[in-house]
Structure formats: structure tokens, C-alpha cells
């Protein structure tokens, strides 16, 4: 791997990087003997099958077998590259970075998000004077004050704004302020590009005339805009394109200001709209991101994971509204979430019920919010009936799929016999047809399929040597890679020779910055984490090369009898004698060793 950052930087931020720390910012650790464990933030489970050592500063899941170091869970559990990880845990435990010596390309290559994420503040301060200084930025203002009810402080928490409806005001704006391109500001979403090179190519601002609504991602940094007409015009929220640095996909607002008060709370919020979001955090009801219009994706469950598994659901009360509700509860209870709702009244979103009814019925109803599955009951019954046989049946055909997928069976039981009493039909008929249901889910459920290495695998017990005796390297005679079988060992035993060849010894911690390879990586952690002891490590260490030579002659073997065989059919007299004499001479070097 390639590094941007000098080698010593990297290994003074090691040292001082506690992966303990890092990891318990955002999943719940628990003593086990030497290690921690917890539930993984990157797949849903019940039953805590991740583990971090702090003697190895490692981590490894032995449910989805994901695995690394420091550096690499920010990289998985904030969606950053490596330098970008380097950078955050530096300014996090006081280690300077100074300048490298990088090639021109690599620098370029290195600089362009930060480029981009710079584009992005310049373009925030520029809104946010447009919104105090200008005639424009005035009306926005009123319109924050007088039909949001927001205050001055939260505008300025959220960096509010307002974009010139004049066509380039931003772009001469940047091009003065920095030394930018063109391409460049096209590239963070801010410039758009209309016509064909060269002589009709143009160039303008993306936001004329909105009020501006900077996107955050979970660091603070600003990823992108949303932009809000005020008057006439279409569409009414303008969003950024996705760009290296935003992905829709990716993004919930409000989260970097929410996290730690779900983290707090264990239980997120989660609403449509940007000024849903905004409104309920300045009433001080911080646990609460947006979706902004967008679907919700099971990166945003995975997202959410790192921080709690209990939500809330305070989406529109349209149908809109509530089929969004419906598809967000797929996606979090197959995350392993436990998803609670809570129904507005008609024509109301969480913004103007907070303005109308006060920030203390609001969390009054979000303490109140009932299971998903009540809700979804409730409202099938209030659009259906259940006069006619006709009617139960619509609805318990679309409930019963739900109830299928829920695994606690005294939490399914519950909700069928709920279900029963609402819909008036037996809870035993009811029963059957469930676990009708969850039987067929089975049947045609896909099995998960892992790359298992066999507890008899001598190359795998040869890794395992090496990495607590290296020692043993240099002991004379050893398998080269090429002798390996399993491609994945042969990877990681090579970076291990590579290592000890140069460092004289190993750590799993700096082995797992040295390899690309997710594969590789989650080896050296599932061996640090669950070590192999070996009673006579020399003994066992010559073992393994003898195994693993018998085991590559045998096949040598095989392979030469077929051959023989082949040669007999098609009467090849000497060469059938010249493969019976190879034959012989690797079954007696093989018999020997």
C-alpha cells in the first residue's frame, strides 16, 4: 500500500491511537477475558461477534469476518480513505503531519478532496453573507424567522445561506478567493456546465436565488447544498449532484450535529425533511436526522448502526408519507433494528406540528410511539375492511410477510394474536398461515457463502507460526509462496516474509496497512484475533512444510497417473515407461520425508 503520509507519522499516530477508544465512540464494548466485544457495526446480529484486541490493536468479526486496524474501521465506519483516516486520528490524539514529498501526480491525487471540500466552505461563508448583507438574503432571512420560526443561532449552527439569482456571482466569487478551475468548481457540483466545447461551452451557478442549506457529512465537513426557492420557480429544493465527496446514498443530514445524542439516547429519529430536522434540534430533540427527500437506502441503516439500533419514524402524513414509512422498515429490520412510528395527524409534518403543538407533545408522542407493526396493523384495518371475508384476507396477506420476518417468536406471537383481535379471524388459522410463510421464506432464502479455511490447514498453521515465532523464518529450509495452495494464504504468507525480510519481526496492526487485499487483511486479523498455541513451535513449524509438500507431491502424483493412464490407452510405449519411473521417484522422495 502506498502511502502518502511518511511511514513514522504514521506509526507515532499508531501508537498513540488507542483502537479501544476509537471503537467505543461508536459500538458498545464489554469485557471478555483479554479482549472487548460487541455487536458489529458493519452487519446486523443479536449476538456480539465482534472482537478488539487492545494488546494487538486489532479488530475481527467472526460473524461477517471483517477485520483490520485503527486506520482501517474509520476507513469502514466513516466511509474515508486511508490519508483521510491518517488525518483524523492525527488531529484527534495531537500529531502534526508535515509536508511530503510526493510526485506531482500523487499530490493531485491526494488534494482532491480537500480541494473539493474547500470549494465547499468558501461557497458557505459566501452564502452566509449574502444572507446578512444582501436585499436578497434579507427576504430569505424573514422567511427563516417568520415561516420556520427558526432563531439567529440556529442559522448560524446550521450555516444557513442564501445564493445571488444573478448567473455567475459564485463562480467570479471563487475564481477571485482561490485558485481554482473551472472543471473544478464543475466537479464539486457548484458550476454547471452547459453547451459543447469549445465555442459554446458555458459556464454558471447551480444555486440562483435559493436559500442555501449546507450537507454535512458525519465529520462536519461540507459535502454539498440544498437549496430552497423561496418565491416562484421549480424545483423547489435544488440538491448538489453527487460528486467524489457526496453520495446520496451515503449522506442523512443532520447527522454529524445528531450523533452523539443517539449514541446518548440509543434510539435516532428519523423525519423527511431538512427543516423537520432543524426544527426539531433547535427545541432541543437532538437524536434526529433526515432523509431529505431521497429513499432510504440500507447505507443510511448502516449508517445509523454505528450509533443505535432502536429508531423512530416521524415521516409526512400523506401517502407518500406513509409508504415511505413502510420501505425505511424493510431496510432497518433487516439491519436488526427495532423500528418504532409515530402517525401525525392529517396534513401535518414534524415542522409544523412542533410549531403548532410545542416541542414537549412532540417528544411526548416520540416516547409514545408505537412498534411498527401495530402501526402498519392499524392502518391496513382503517383503510380495509373486515366486514367482508373478501377484506380480512387483503389484509392479512399483506401483513403476513411482515410478521414472517420477525425472529423473536414471543414478538411474533404478540402482533398474530393483535392481529387476530383486529382483524376478528382465528389466531390459530392465522398461526398456520405465518409459519406457512416463514417456511417457504426459508426454502428460498440464499445462503451465505464464506471462504472457510480448514482447522487442518498446515498453510494456515504455517501463518499462524510465523506471526507469534518469526523467528522461525530463518531456521533454514521453509515453503515459498508459489508451494501454496489457497490463494489468499499465499498472499498473506508472502507479505508476512516480505515483512519479516525487512523488519526482522511482525505485527499484525502495521501487516494489515501493508496489503490493499480485504481477504488478506481479515486473515491477519482472525489469526490475531483467535491465535493458534503450539506446545513445540520448531517442531510444528517443519510439520507444516513437510504437510504441505506431501500434500503438492500427492497431487503431483495424481496428476502423473492420469497421465499414465492416458499414455497406456494410446500405446505410447517409452513414454508411459518415462512417467512409471517419474512416478516411482516421487512416491519414494515423498515415502522419505
Known sequence: MNHLIPEQIINDIRSRADIVEVISETVTLKKTGKNLVGLCPFHSEKTPSFSVSPDKQI???FGCSSGGNVFKFLMES??????EAVKTLAEKFGVAIPGSNQSPVSQQAASEREKLLSLNKLAVEYFRSLLIESEGGKAAKDYIVG?????EETMTRFQLGWSSPDWKDLLNYLQKKTECSVPQLVKAGLIVQ??????????????RGRLMIPLHDTSGNVIGFAGRI?????????NSPETPVYKKRDHLFGLNAAKEAIRKNDRVILVE???DQIQAFQNGICNIVATSGTAFTPQHAALLRNFTRNAVLVFDSDKAGQNAIDRAYEVLNDQGFKVFVLALPEGQDPDSYIQAQGSEVF?????????FMEYFIKKL???GSTESIQGKIEIINRVVPYLAKIENQIERSEFIRYLAEQANVESDSLLKEVKSAIKQKSSVAENRLEVSVSSDDPEFYLLNLLIAHSELAGTGDRVEPEEFKNPVLKDTYGLILKEISAQGSVSIDKLVDLTDAMEVRDTLTRIGLSPIGFDNPEFAFKDCIRRIRRRNGEQEINTLKQELLKAQKAGMAGRTRELHTKVRELQSSYNQS
Do not use: H, M
Request: charged residues 25%; positive net charge.
Open 363 to 371: 417528544s411526548r408522542g416520540i416516547q409514545q410511539a408505537v412498534p
Open 273 to 275: 425533511g431538512y427543516f
Open 78 to 83: 466513516e466511509k474515508l480513505s486511508f490519508v
Open 230 to 238: 423561496l418565491f416562484e420557480g421549480q424545483p423547489k429544493y435544488l
Open 59 to 61: 479488530y475481527f468479526c
Open 194 to 207: 452547459k453547451g459543447e466545447p469549445p465555442e459554446k461551452l458555458n459556464f454558471f451557478d447551480r444555486f
Open 381 to 383: 384495518i382503517q383503510q
Open 147 to 151: 415561516k420556520r420560526g427558526l432563531r
